[in-house]
């Protein structure tokens, strides 16, 4: 119960952070965070996707029971 607990939050939170990266969301990519203010808004906004890609695929992989230790 407790592993289907967290594969959910981990697909939802990663798939907010996507969606927040693709459509420009203020509060994923506002300007004057540091990460966006060392690497410039785009590079950013591909991080920002990138880890929200990982934690929608550990969120699946907690669904499935596919636990690798990394």
């Known amino acids: 119960m407790d592993s289907t ?3 959910l939050i981990l697909i939802v939170v990663g798939s907010l952070a ?3 990266a693709v ?7 506002r300007s004057g ?3 966006n203010i060392m690497l410039g808004d785009t590079v ?4 920002y996707f990138g880890v929200g890609v990982f934690m929608f695929l550990k969120g699946i992989e907690t669904l499935i029971g596919a636990d690798w230790v990394i």
Request: net charge positive; charged share 15%.
């Open 23 to 29: 459509l420009n969301w203020r509060i994923v990519t």
């Open 33 to 35: 965070k540091l990460l």
């Open 18 to 20: 996507m969606l927040g």
């Open 5 to 7: 607990i967290a594969g």
């Open 44 to 47: 950013a906004r591909v991080l």
